[in-house]
């Protein structure tokens, strides 16, 4: 679970640093195939407008020159 939880938290770093400019679609895909390398089953990926994050998910990348952010919820 710490590693998970660990690379959920890089992926929301470099996500954000590296993919600003990225199509929605493409980071969401690149993010859910790291995801899925790491064992993880049961998530959902979704992209939102810039500060519309449910509480319950966390916000693993930016897109779409930081207008728009893919959120992340295990279950």
Do not use: Q, W
Not at 1 to 7: E, G, N, S, Y
Request: hydrophobic share 40%; net charge neutral; with cysteine.
């Amino acid at each position: 679970m710490k590693k998970f939880l660990l690379a959920v938290g890089l992926l929301s770093i470099a996500g954000t640093a590296l993919a600003a400019g990225k199509p929605c679609d493409e980071l969401k895909s690149e993010i859910a195939a790291k995801i899925d390398a790491n064992g993880a089953s049961g998530y959902s990926l979704e992209v939102v407008e810039k500060g519309a994050a449910p509480s319950d998910h966390t916000v693993v990348g930016s897109c779409e020159g930081g207008t728009k952010e893919i959120v992340y919820k295990r279950g």
